[in-house]
Each structure stands twice: as C-alpha cells, then as structure tokens.
C-alpha cells in the first residue's frame, strides 16, 4: 500500500476565505471532484479520477484558524492501488497548495 503524502502551510487571510478557496481549487481541477466540503470541521475532500499516473486518489484539506486572519492548511494524499512510483500523492498536494495560494492572492491559473 502507497503511503500518503502531507504537506502544512499557512495562509494570512481569514479561515473562511481559505475554506472558499480550496473548494473553488479543488472544482477547477481536470478529473477531481469534490466529495465533501464541511465548514462545521473545516475538512474538505475530493476524489481524482484514474489517471496514466494513478488508479484515482483521495485528497482531504484540513483548514483550521490559527488566529485571527492567519489559517493553517493541511493537505493529504493517498491514491488508490499498490504504489505511486511516479508521485502522484506528492504532485496533487504541492499543486492544491500551490492553487490556493494563487486564488488568495488574486493571481489567474
């Protein structure tokens, strides 16, 4: 079984734009969809379709308000099947996080 991937960051904005961000990231990514999105326990998770990289992954996004206008992220991978030798759990994490941070800072992707 393929161990997931995790990645911790922090954003300066406000939980609630965080929480909207990632959602908005997650629904404009090619083969993704969004599973579940929480606000009750900040979690959303979403579910990538089998790639030539991946018999499909499970990606959850743990968002909690650190202080007031600061937000930790945290964002795991795990994909379905055997192994992931070509780092897909890897490459979904950096790019939500990568996505969000874009969407927070008003940048286009």
Not at 11 to 35: D, N, S, Y
Request: aromatic share 8%; charged share 20%; net charge neutral.
């Amino acid at each position: 079984m393929p161990q997931p991937y995790e990645k911790v960051a922090e954003f300066e904005h406000p939980w609630e734009e965080v929480f909207r961000a990632a959602q908005t990231c997650i629904q404009g990514f090619p083969k993704m969809a969004l599973l579940v999105a929480d606000r009750a326990t900040g979690r959303v998770v979403a579910f990538q379709a089998v790639t030539l990289r991946s018999f499909g992954a499970t990606v959850v996004v743990d968002i909690g308000q650190v202080s007031v206008g600061r937000t930790r992220v945290r964002v795991w991978s795990a994909i379905a099947g055997l192994y992931d030798l070509l780092g897909k759990n890897k490459s979904n994490v950096n790019a939500i996080l990568r996505a969000i941070d874009e969407e927070l800072s008003g940048a286009t992707t």
